[in-house]
């Protein structure tokens, strides 16, 4: 019997044949075999024994598997690798909350949602040089575009934009949205603006943000608020820490104002942190 296949080219073909042939009775084997490494060799079977050695069963590969994964999940042949879920997750970003467009209500202030009888004390807080200065805004707003905004802000579901009332007179106060919404991050953004210098450092703002948290985080069910604030609106950065934000970061010379660069820094608070304050 000759199965000499040294002169091939292909190694792999010649390993395959010699392994063959280790399969054979010791006394039957050809005489080259016992020059092959240890490690092709097999263990002699009985020489009663005339037929080929059964191979050993396959063993089933076992995996370290987390607390409560049923044992069905341990692989063998039989049981393909499990491809990587393509279906979205879910999420528990109630989403019905952000278009109830709710009332909130607090000791001084109450939250209403922005609407067309909020149009011209929201633009006349647009022309408020101080508050223009603290939210960095260049841009000047017309009346036409004003009452656009305010009109437009009920047909916004993905969004919370509301307005600072007095609790007392209902007058305005300023206004706040919760926007960027990300339902898969369960993420959000926040701004907050006063209509006026002379509202500021009666806690208004401090009331209003806390509302506005409670709701977002217990009733829309977001996990993070950001938010951006410029390093110089001292006031606004202390009522943010008040509120559980904490600054993650800053964006340098992010501002331009009269001449001069200004930094912005970024805050955040998340869920867990706004429920110890």
């Not at 009332?103 to 022309?127: E, I, M, N, Q, W």
């Not at 009346?143 to 307005?163: F, I, K, N, P, V």
């Not at 938010?227 to 340098?252: D, H, P, Q, W």
Request: hydrophobic share 35%; aromatic share 8%; proline share 6%.
């Amino acid at each position: 019997m000759r199965a000499d296949v040294t002169g091939s080219d292909d190694r792999m073909a010649d390993i395959s044949v010699r392994t063959r042939l280790l399969d054979l009775p010791t006394n039957t084997r050809p005489s080259y075999i016992e020059g092959l490494p240890s490690f092709f060799v097999r263990p002699p079977t009985p020489e009663a024994n005339t037929r080929s050695p059964r191979p050993e069963p396959l063993r089933r590969l076992r995996i370290a598997l987390a607390p409560g994964v049923p044992v069905r999940h341990r692989f063998s042949r039989r049981e393909p690798w499990p491809r990587s879920r393509t279906e979205p997750e879910e999420h528990m970003i109630n989403t019905s909350a952000l278009r109830a467009q709710p009332t909130l209500v607090g000791k001084s202030v109450r939250l209403v949602p922005l609407s067309a009888k909020h149009t011209d004390a929201y633009f006349a807080a647009a022309l408020d040089e101080e508050i223009r200065r603290l939210t960095g805004t260049h841009r000047h707003l017309t009346y036409a575009q004003a009452q656009e905004w305010c009109e437009s802000r009920a047909g916004h579901t993905d969004r919370l934009d509301l307005a600072i009332t007095a609790t007392e007179d209902g007058r305005f106060l300023g206004e706040l949205s919760i926007y960027a919404v990300s339902p898969e991050n369960e993420s959000a953004g926040y701004r907050i603006a006063l209509s006026s210098i002379e509202f500021t450092g009666q806690g208004l703002g401090r009331e209003a943000t806390q509302l506005v948290l409670e709701y977002a985080f217990e009733r829309i069910g977001l996990h993070r608020i950001w938010l951006y604030v410029y390093a110089f609106n001292m006031r606004a950065i202390t009522v943010y820490r008040s509120c559980g934000f904490s600054v993650e970061g800053k964006l340098r010379d992010s501002l331009q104002w009269e001449g001069r660069r200004h930094d912005a820094l970024l805050m955040a608070v998340l869920r867990d942190r706004h429920r110890t304050k």
